[in-house]
T-cell receptor
Framework: QQPVQSPQAVILREGEDAVINCSSSKALYSVHWYRQKHGEAPVFLMILLKGGEQKGHEKISASFNEKKQQSSLYLTASQLSYSGTYFCGTETVDRDDKIIFGKGTRLHILP | GAVVSQHPSRVICKSGTSVKIECRSLDFQATTMFWYRQFPKKSLMLMATSNEGSKATYEQGVEKDKFLINHASLTLSTLTVTSAHPEDSSFYIC???????????FGPGTRLTVL
């Protein structure tokens, strides 16, 4: 049931782009994206509720392909502050309100 | 955004003692809250769903007698780690959804160290 995230880790130089993927074996109601800094709680980035939905948050955006049960997070012109671990969380169409998180993608931005 | 608090933020205890962690939604009511556990450099593992006015539902493999959950009011859930052992040392995080879109707001977490 745990969604699969890829890649596991990314190292970028400041200004480069990255894509983080999240896929599920189950039909999804929603996909949530969070970023966690070391020693801190996860911080909400965005939620995608409908297939085909795309959302943006400054230079961070995401898409949700309902049919493929996949979501991707796009980080463009990355900044040092983007470093951290990114988790996708999925809620299935069962609507039991539970969100199951992937294993995370560690992103490290070099100056 | 909504605010969820946790107390304490850090606790160190001796093996065999019980530790209570509180999770509060400060500016909204939450009939459901979730408790997660996170080991270093690992994902958030859902432990249980805390339901206001009824029993918590536990994920497979989580001992309900070990991790007691009480959802006393619409803004407070507590997790008690009973007879703690060193392997219970972890980062415990609660979250509460704002119902409309199920956006989860996380508490700041509680780092438990059992000696």
């Amino acid at each position: 049931q745990q969604p699969v995230q890829s890649p596991q880790a990314v190292i970028l130089r400041e200004g480069e782009d990255a894509v983080i993927n999240c896929s599920s074996s189950k039909a999804l109601y929603s996909v949530h994206w969070y970023r966690q800094k070391h020693g801190e709680a996860p911080v909400f980035l965005m939620i995608l509720l409908k297939g085909g939905e795309q959302k943006g948050h400054e230079k961070i955006s995401a898409s949700f392909n309902e049919k493929k049960q996949q979501s991707s997070l796009y980080l463009t012109a990355s900044q040092l502050s983007y470093s951290g671990t990114y988790f996708c969380g999925t809620e299935t169409v069962d609507r039991d309100d539970k969100i199951i998180f992937g294993k995370g993608t560690r992103l490290h931005i070099l100056p | 955004g909504a605010v969820v608090s946790q107390h304490p933020s850090r606790v160190i205890c001796k093996s065999g003692t019980s530790v209570k962690i509180e999770c509060r939604s400060l500016d909204f009511q939450a009939t459901t809250m979730f408790w997660y556990r996170q080991f270093p450099k690992k994902s958030l593992m859902l432990m249980a769903t805390s339901n206001e006015g009824s029993k918590a539902t536990y994920e497979q493999g989580v001992e309900k007698d070990k991790f007691l959950i009480n959802h006393a009011s619409l803004t407070l859930s507590t997790l008690t780690v009973t007879s703690a052992h060193p392997e219970d040392s972890s980062f415990y995080i609660c979250s509460a959804p704002k119902k409309r879109h199920n956006e989860q707001f996380f508490g700041p977490g509680t780092r438990l160290t059992v000696l």
